[in-house]
């Protein structure tokens, strides 16, 4: 108990000590909060009136936008890890008498704060734009939970890959793979619109069984393609970030360990 205890207290630190970056530094986290923001309006505004959907289609889109804010968030994380790791941060931090877990979980609690932030004003703007829930409040915060648990898992992947990264600099390579990732799901057409074998891919894609599966509890249109992913979005949408932070979680805090060897 003890041993937990400090553990417990040594993250909650690291946490702290990445919340007063940000209130030093305002700016950066005030873009990361909106930036969604404006992929909202530029998709739903601008965008959308050429979207075909079963139904409004910023009602469609909303739950999607939520997916696509928590699957960015894993750049800031990948950014500030592999910060650290190129400054030479994490080595004084492993000299220090602290759980060897701190620095990593610290980092993952704070940037999980962040996306809940992130979260609460992209869910006002969509109620300001007219999106609504139509389950009732306990199925919409299940949908806002579903959210978070796919943040948090996606929060040790990009722990990990900013631990073996070479530097900050290697978030490029990163973009690479999130956006396409992002957009080759079901975030803003329906799988059933691209060619057969596009579509397969965008249905087994983790983000699509999130969004598919937020919308469904928040009483959103959605389609269904019909498919197995589709049938068992709500399953998928908890097993693929469980399955992500059984993986990812014993991977980053192994790699923290092994730093500089």
């Given at each position: 108990?003890?041993?937990?205890?400090?553990?417990?207290a040594?993250?909650?630190?690291?946490t702290?000590?990445?919340?007063?970056?940000?209130?030093r530094q305002p700016a950066?986290?005030?873009?990361?909060?909106?930036?969604?923001?404006?992929?909202l309006v530029?998709?739903?505004?601008?965008?959308?009136g050429?979207?075909a959907a079963p139904g409004?289609?910023?009602?469609f889109?909303?739950?999607?936008?939520?997916?696509?804010?928590?699957?960015?968030?894993i750049e800031?994380?990948?950014?500030?890890?592999a910060?650290?790791v190129a400054?030479?941060?994490?080595?004084?931090?492993?000299?220090?008498?602290?759980?060897?877990?701190?620095?990593?979980?610290?980092?993952a609690?704070?940037?999980?704060?962040?996306?809940v932030?992130?979260l609460?004003?992209l869910?006002?703007?969509?109620l300001?734009?007219g999106w609504?829930?139509h389950?009732g409040l306990g199925?919409?915060?299940?949908a806002f939970?579903?959210?978070?648990?796919?943040?948090?898992?996606?929060?040790?992947l990009g722990?990990?890959?900013?631990?073996?990264?070479?530097?900050?600099?290697?978030?490029?390579?990163?973009?690479?793979?999130?956006?396409p990732l992002?957009f080759?799901?079901n975030v803003?057409?329906?799988?059933?619109?691209?060619?057969?074998w596009?579509?397969a891919?965008?249905d087994a894609?983790p983000?699509s069984?999130t969004?598919?599966?937020?919308?469904e509890?928040f009483?959103?249109p959605?389609?269904?393609?019909?498919?197995?992913?589709?049938?068992?979005?709500?399953?998928?949408?908890?097993l693929?970030?469980?399955?992500?932070?059984?993986?990812?979680?014993p991977?980053s805090v192994?790699r923290?360990?092994r730093l500089?060897?």
């Amino acid at each position: 108990m003890t041993t937990l205890r400090w553990t417990i207290a040594d993250g909650w630190t690291m946490t702290r000590r990445e919340l007063a970056h940000w209130a030093r530094q305002p700016a950066a986290v005030i873009v990361s909060l909106l930036f969604p923001v404006l992929m909202l309006v530029m998709f739903g505004y601008l965008f959308g009136g050429a979207m075909a959907a079963p139904g409004d289609y910023r009602e469609f889109l909303l739950p999607g936008m939520f997916v696509l804010a928590m699957a960015f968030g894993i750049e800031t994380t990948f950014t500030g890890i592999a910060t650290d790791v190129a400054r030479g941060s994490t080595d004084r931090f492993r000299s220090l008498p602290m759980a060897a877990s701190a620095p990593v979980t610290g980092r993952a609690v704070a940037d999980l704060l962040n996306s809940v932030a992130g979260l609460v004003v992209l869910a006002a703007c969509g109620l300001a734009t007219g999106w609504r829930w139509h389950n009732g409040l306990g199925a919409a915060l299940a949908a806002f939970g579903l959210l978070v648990l796919l943040r948090f898992a996606l929060l040790w992947l990009g722990l990990y890959l900013g631990l073996v990264a070479k530097g900050p600099e290697s978030v490029v390579a990163l973009q690479i793979l999130v956006w396409p990732l992002g957009f080759l799901s079901n975030v803003f057409v329906s799988p059933g619109t691209m060619p057969g074998w596009l579509g397969a891919i965008a249905d087994a894609n983790p983000l699509s069984a999130t969004a598919a599966a937020t919308r469904e509890l928040f009483g959103n249109p959605g389609w269904d393609s019909g498919g197995w992913f589709a049938e068992h979005a709500l399953l998928l949408a908890v097993l693929w970030p469980v399955a992500m932070i059984a993986v990812f979680l014993p991977l980053s805090v192994r790699r923290y360990r092994r730093l500089s060897r």
